[in-house]
């Protein structure tokens, strides 16, 4: 079964939260979908869309399980909320927050430690990929966590992200994600273990209501990880149908 992340970002409402609560109640998913609201919206969205399967997550947690830090939020506090997911290293994030790999790894072990499923994105930037860097950089990342969780990996999800495409409309091409995904997929069985090798694999960048079809008929892609899309039920219906028909 393809698995559907919605990253609302800094936007959404209850309005939003309602709309996309009926939508699901008269049309359940035949996938898994799952919602990562801003966290005012979080602590309210569980009980708004009890009646549906639709899981939620959080966009970010604290790389601290407590303490004097003004303005983070620690991962178990993220599960009493409700989350199940939580993305961990977002384009965003490392772009506008400089946060490093280092900081990435450190949120992924708290948040595999509060019971929950970290969405860990990777991927390149566009000076990377123009410099023919795109499989170094992959494999860079994966090793390092590789070696650092060993086996735990296999209890997260992969979302391959490049940098590039995220908010520009302009998803990467099939062959492109297929290249990405072989990368990750043959680090995963190559440095890790078998068990490793069911780890999933997801897409993000520019995934829109058009474009999802053909980015989840690619037999490596197990799931996309969606923006702007995901802020309009209509849309995130129609992303989750078509996991559906690729499941």
């Known amino acids: 079964m393809k698995l559907v992340v919605g990253n609302w970002k800094a936007n959404g409402s209850r309005a939003v939260l309602h709309a996309l609560s009926a939508a699901m109640a008269a049309e359940p998913p035949a996938c898994e979908a799952v919602v990562c609201p801003p966290l005012p919206l979080l602590g309210i969205a569980p009980a708004l ?96 966590l590789l070696r650092a969780l060993g086996d735990e990996v296999r209890s997260i999800v992969l979302a391959y992200e490049p940098r590039w495409a995220v908010g520009t409309g302009q998803a990467a091409a099939p062959g492109l994600i297929d290249e990405a995904m072989d990368v990750l997929r043959e680090v995963l069985l190559f440095h890790g273990s078998r068990r490793c090798g069911a780890v999933r694999l997801l897409y993000g960048g520019s995934v829109t209501a058009a474009n999802a079809e053909a980015i989840l008929s690619r037999p490596s892609v197990g799931g996309v990880l969606v923006g702007r899309a995901s802020l309009k039920p209509d849309q995130f219906m129609e992303i989750c149908r078509s996991a559906a028909r690729r499941a």
């Open 49 to 144: 869309t009890a009646t549906t399967p639709l899981r939620w997550g959080a966009q970010d947690c604290s790389e601290h399980d407590g303490g004097a830090y003004t303005g983070e939020v620690p991962a178990h506090m993220l599960r009493e909320l409700g989350a199940r997911h939580v993305i961990i290293g977002h384009s965003e994030r490392r772009r506008l927050h400089r946060e490093t790999d280092v900081q990435a790894l450190n949120k992924t072990r708290r948040v595999l430690a509060a019971g929950m499923t970290p969405i860990l994105c990777v991927g390149e930037t566009g000076e990377e990929r123009d410099a023919n860097l795109t499989k170094t950089v992959l494999r860079g990342q994966l090793i390092q």
